[in-house]
């Protein structure tokens, strides 16, 4: 986990720009889906070619809160990343020719790999779950996944973003969500990176920008469901 706080000449710049901290003071269920970007074996898996050690960490976080999302009719979606390949070549090979290199290139085609994808084993998922494929860091650029079209559809207006990487994926995804028009709530227990001043720098990002910046406890809170019986591990 990422043992890390939001600095307060960031919050002081907030409240001196727009008197508040929070862009939303209540979060609708109704209107709300929790969107767990790339918990999957490529990024949480021990010695995977793109691992982020501490999203093995807000697994228990997660699983405390799906439950009780569930419970309160809030959809639970799942977003996997995958690139597909044809005759050598990616889907996103201008990823796979400048990003990545060598062994880490060829283990990570092979990890992303469609028919390799799966929601982490550690993680608790329902049956009644959406489970969406990416192609790109963001799930919501024009051809990148049905995530969009998936809410739009169930009438959501409300995001919730956790998974990996905070500052990567997950940021990506909630900086277009926004610029779509989608309320923005970034879950600061509930995401990942690779080192607490890239968590720390995208969460400091959204809270500026982009949207609301909780623990999962406080969205809760913001939407009148009641808290975990065990509460979740602090940010």
């Known amino acids: 986990m990422h043992n890390i706080q939001i600095r307060q000449e960031i919050l002081d ?4 720009r727009r008197g508040r901290i929070n862009f939303f003071e209540t979060i609708d269920p109704a209107k709300t889906a929790l969107v767990v970007i790339d918990m999957q074996n490529t990024f949480c898996a021990e010695g995977a070619p793109a691992e982020v050690p501490a999203s093995r960490g807000i697994v228990p976080n997660l699983n405390r809160l799906t439950p009780a999302l569930r419970a309160a009719g809030v959809p639970v979606i ?3 990343h995958a690139n597909t390949q044809h005759q050598g070549k990616s889907d996103w090979d201008l990823f796979y020719n400048y990003v990545v290199a ?16 799966a929601v982490y084993s550690e993680l608790d998922v329902d049956d009644k779950d959406i489970v969406i494929v990416k192609n790109r860091y963001s799930a919501l650029i024009p051809g990148s996944s049905s995530l969009e079209r998936v809410c739009r559809s169930m009438g959501i ?15 990506s995804t909630a ?19 690779l080192s607490d001043e890239e968590h720390r720098s995208a969460l400091e990002n959204i809270i500026q920008q982009f949207g609301n910046v909780l623990t999962s406890t406080e969205a809760l809170e913001l939407m009148g469901i009641d808290k975990p019986v065990v509460d979740v591990v602090s940010q």
């Not at 710049?13 to 001196?16: E, T």
């Not at 207006?157 to 940021?171: F, H, P, R, S, Y």
């Not at 900086?175 to 990176?193: H, N, P, Q, V």
């Open 102 to 117: 060598g062994d880490v290139r060829e283990r990570t085609l092979v990890s992303n790999a469609p028919e390799n994808q």
């Open 78 to 80: 799942w977003v996997l």
């Open 157 to 171: 207006d409300t995001l919730l973003i956790a998974g990996t990487k905070t500052n990567v994926c997950c940021e």
């Open 13 to 16: 710049r907030v409240m001196a």
């Open 175 to 193: 900086r277009d969500g926004m610029m779509m028009d989608f309320k923005i709530t970034m879950l600061s227990d509930c995401t990942a990176s």
